[in-house]
């Protein structure tokens, strides 16, 4: 039997030559559950009618309900005029970490409590979490644990950091409609690309506490093919909003909202906004210590670094927001180049060892 360094190097290269879009990991869980069923684990499949699994690990004893998370899916790329799929955020790394992990304690077994193995599709849309927190299967989950690899600049292979403070991410989509009319007769219609240019400006009147890092940047205009020589009827915009934390990101909102409303107004048009959100990190003190501990143990002191705050989002916030459960995330130091998300993007592969040791010294720390 090859042993656990050698067996996460085998799964990642089997993950990698598979990569499959969110909702879409049909080889990629169908891989992960045959391993899974090797090893005796009661699985869940399919988990909310998608291509989620859960493993779960049972002591039959008192204790906490720690699920171990790790997503599956890749990105599209535009290559030669089709649409590749790729993995550059290194969700195969984080299911083959998850799944050595899995394959290192099943004979070990826990001392108390249960361990899931939560293996999620669609984090890169935001709403994979979502839909296995609906399964209901996590409803007492207590801790949750997730890993990500970072890139080359945030921190470096043989570090890891206790905490990555994910940014809450919304999206408002807005569909403004105004009256046509010839240019010439501008007086007889509503413009609402106005509108959009009112609501641009508007962005800079939203004071908020600069201690708090926050960014709104309007990221698509769309008016159509409209003819030149007359006002559009309609215009879709969307608006990115980054916040690092929750409750100013609910202000910023509000305050959005107001000035959608308000610019409509004055141009006499129509604002129809929907909004979609990831909600920021929020992570329990006792969490962070037992990660600090871990990486200690693993990477020595030299390897623990501090706290990263990022504009990123994760969907992974879901369940600490939905559940209640207590939370973790490691940033694992992997060298990734030259970014994630970079269709070329390579990491060092014996980060992958790295991560399992940490999860396993985490688990120790709450279930033995
Ligand atoms: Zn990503
Ligand atoms: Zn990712």
Redesign the pocket.
Known sequence: MENRNEYVHTVYDALHQIPEPGYKEFKTSEFIESELKKWGYKIHRNVANSTGIIAVLDSNREGPFVGIRADMDA?PYQMDGRIEYRHT?GHDAHSSIALAVARSIYSSGVARGKLYFIFQPA??LLTGAKTVISSGLLNDMTHIIGMHIRPYQECLFGQAAPALWHSALARLNIKLTGITAHAGRAHLGANPIETAILIANAINTIKINPQVSSSINITRVNTGDNAENSLPEELNMCIDVRCADNTTMRTLLEELNLRVESCAKITRTKAACTVSCCPAAEYSSDMIDAASRAIEKVLGADGLVEEIHTVGAEDFHYYTKEIGCKAAYVALGANAKPG??HKEMVFERKALDNGVDIFLEIINTILN
Do not use: D
Request: charged share 35%; with cysteine.
């Open positions: 990105l955020c984090e890169e994630l998300h």
